[in-house]
């Protein structure tokens, strides 16, 4: 049982963490902007304060993001010019108004008095976090998830939904090698070695135990990026030893020992990752991509009205297109056993209309579930 004290302290604890990822949304929103708008640091601080309040941080004022400013200076030697405008650029930028009235300010401002920010010349904006700022993010995942679902705890749901409804924070965690999906983690010895090796680009040996046996195998392991599906971790990489590239290796009781090889470490040949928004999750539902296998077009009827509903408010992928008339989800990602144990979770209720081949495949899997129970004990 908690004691009083303790939730004050971890609820102090929590509010620092969120504090520290609203700051790092600010930085990430004040690069964006240099990269992609022009206008004043009035129109930056407008821009800035609306992306936290997409997930309901507070806003902030002047002297906050000028803090900001100068800490990017600083710390990733971002480089900054003022300059006064043209009125061709004044009225590309505001139209023909002579002021402008800022949420963030009492007085309209005098638009022929302003500065404009842009990146200068020859200089370049860093995409990538700093390891403090990596290890703040996925520590506080990590230990928001420890409280999600206690008593005294429910801010903590709207702190880790903003996290997971940003859409950067995949780019923020370790440079695009962890895709955060849930916010229970499993195993976390392990989790947290293979992840130390994923920031250093080591190679482990890892003991894994069989399942249904008492033997064990050893592998040499290269990881590449770390992924949560349905409250656990898996890590996908290089390993010599099996055929299937990549290798998924889920973090679970199965997993005897992890450890540190004195080895090159062999990089990925896999983006996970793309720089047009795309990742190598995108046709698929939870871990297993079979990279010679195309998306194929699914379509799902669903017989009872209040499943399809609780499907329609949690889709399976960011596909699902919904049919409210006929209660059909149709969405295209690759046939894999995620799916198929998804369906066959809702299979009282749920039936696969396309592709013929889905549909036979579950249909010789309830025929055998069916001669299964007609079988005497």
Not at 56 to 78: E, F, V
Request: with cysteine; glycine share 4%.
């Amino acid at each position: 049982m908690m004691l009083e004290g303790d939730v004050l302290k971890n609820e102090h604890y929590i509010r620092i963490m969120k504090n520290s990822i609203f700051k790092i949304m600010r930085l990430e929103a004040i690069k964006c902007f240099i990269l992609n708008y022009n206008g004043s640091i009035h129109d930056m601080l407008d821009y800035v304060n609306n992306k936290i309040i997409e997930h309901d941080g507070k806003t902030i004022g002047l002297r906050a993001i000028q803090k900001d400013i100068k800490q990017l200076k600083s710390d990733q030697n971002l480089q900054i010019d003022r300059y006064k405008p043209t009125s061709n650029e004044l009225i590309a930028k505001y139209g023909r108004k002579g002021k402008k009235q800022y949420s963030h300010g009492k007085d309209p401002i005098v638009l022929s008095s302003i500065f404009f920010l842009r990146l200068r010349k020859g200089s370049s904006v860093s995409e990538k976090l700093s390891l403090e700022e990596q290890k703040a993010l996925s520590d506080a995942a990590i230990v928001l998830s420890r409280f999600q679902g206690k008593a005294g705890f429910e801010m903590i749901d709207d702190v880790i939904d903003g996290l997971n409804d940003c859409a950067n924070f995949v780019d923020l965690l370790l440079e695009n090698k962890i895709t955060n999906q849930e916010n229970k983690a499993y195993r976390k010895k392990e989790y947290l070695k293979i992840k130390e090796a994923l920031m250093l680009n080591k190679p482990l040996s890892v003991k894994i135990g069989q399942e249904f046996s008492n033997k064990e195998k050893t592998i040499e392991f290269h990881p590449h990026h770390l992924k949560m599906w349905n409250s656990m971790w898996y890590a996908y990489g290089f390993s010599k030893d099996v055929d299937f590239n990549p290798y998924v290796l889920p973090i679970n009781l199965l997993l005897k020992d992890v450890k540190f090889l004195n080895k090159k470490f062999i990089k990925s040949k896999i983006s996970y990752s793309n720089s047009d928004g795309t990742t190598f999750f995108d046709d698929i539902v939870g871990v297993t991509n079979y990279i010679d296998k195309n998306a194929e077009n699914i379509v799902l009827k669903v017989t009872d009205k209040g499943r399809y509903y609780r499907m329609k408010r949690k889709p399976i992928h960011h596909t699902c297109e919904f049919d409210d008339k006929y209660y059909k989800i149709s969405l295209k990602v690759k046939i894999n056993p995620e799916l198929i144990n998804f369906i066959m979770e809702h299979i009282d209720e749920v039936e696969v209309i396309e592709p013929a081949s889905l549909r036979d495949e579950l249909s010789k899997k309830l025929n055998n579930i069916s001669q299964s129970y007609k079988t005497n004990l």
